[in-house]
């Protein structure tokens, strides 16, 4: 019986509790009606003060000729001369993560932003002028008419944080197959001209190198072409010379001799953020938590001190 006659009192306090809680909400709705007002103003001036970001896309697929007489090929085939066992071939995946490491690597990222006109644009572009279709850039950071660094070029760590920051990548070896790529940038475009411009030199990188490598292939198997004398090892030299040759000939001719867009890199047409709409609303949900915390914290404070 006093266990029931407990649990009554303990709902009537509840429900009391309950109801002091909005009567002190009700008194102080002014001023929570003041603070949400507050946070919704500051929130409507950010989300129209924030610098706009776009993005570029693209999907991009493994050229399927690209290395075909190189690195693989060559191995296995000069291994199994020597007699020696070797597991099957690099694959997909791992050409797609020698593309993606090679777009993210520091030498890569040197090389691109050494190219005229890149790193000011990546570093010190301040907004887009939409009218006139030009970056502004950061009058503190870089000079534009003098084309010089007003306190110096960015260190390197930088500029690979920002780098990284602009350009995305991801590969789904248990998925479709293909390389996601997009970069996001102050100015619609140059996201698009340096989404294109990652894309062009990654096939002019990895061209450069099968050639070098088919260059040194050649010369060592034309040497070796001429002491060797057993019709088997000098049929396995004649095919290991002709995957060369196919190399150089697909390497010279195809520009997208890597990868390729399959879905080309696009000029955006709606902002990425900053998401106005969004930001208000929880600017309004902030305003609305943050003003109850105040009034709830401040009147059972006073209330614990009397």
């Known amino acids: 019986m006093s266990e029931l006659n407990n649990s009554h009192v303990n709902e009537h306090v509840d429900e009391i509790d309950i109801k002091e809680i909005f009567t002190v909400l009700w008194d102080k709705k002014f001023f929570i009606f003041f603070l949400v007002s507050l946070f919704t103003f500051g929130s ?86 939409e009218l006139e279709q030009t970056s502004n850039f950061d009058s503190s950071i870089y000079d534009f008419e003098n084309n010089e660094w007003v306190q110096g070029k960015p260190p390197f760590f930088l500029i690979q944080t920002e780098y990284n920051n602009a350009v995305s990548s991801f590969y789904d070896p248990l998925g479709t197959g293909f390389i996601y790529m997009s970069v996001k940038h102050r100015s619609p475009v140059f996201a698009q001209k340096f989404l294109n411009l990652i894309i062009s030199e990654i096939n002019n990188l990895l061209r450069s190198q099968d050639l070098l490598e088919a260059e040194a292939s050649l010369e060592y198997l034309y040497d070796q072409l001429n002491q060797v004398t057993q019709s088997e090892v000098l049929e396995s030299i004649t095919q290991l010379i002709e995957n060369q040759l196919r190399t150089k000939m697909i390497a010279n001719i195809r520009d997208d001799y890597a990868i390729y867009a399959v879905d080309t890199p696009h000029l955006p047409e709606l902002r990425f953020s900053p998401q106005r709409t969004k930001i208000v609303f929880f600017g309004i949900i902030m305003g609305l938590i943050v003003s109850i915390i105040t009034v709830l914290g401040r009147h059972y404070l006073i209330k614990s001190l009397k």
């Open 44 to 129: 409507i001036i950010y989300s129209l003060t924030a610098p706009k970001i776009w993005v570029s896309d693209t999907v991009i697929a493994l050229s399927s000729k690209a290395g075909q007489g190189s690195s693989s090929s060559n191995a296995l085939g000069m291994a199994t001369m020597a007699g020696l066992a070797v597991s099957g071939g690099t694959g997909i995946d791992k050409k797609a993560q020698l593309v993606m490491t090679s777009i993210h690597s520091r030498d890569f990222i040197k090389h691109i932003l050494s190219l005229p006109n890149i790193l000011p644009e990546l570093m010190a572009t301040e907004s887009y002028d």
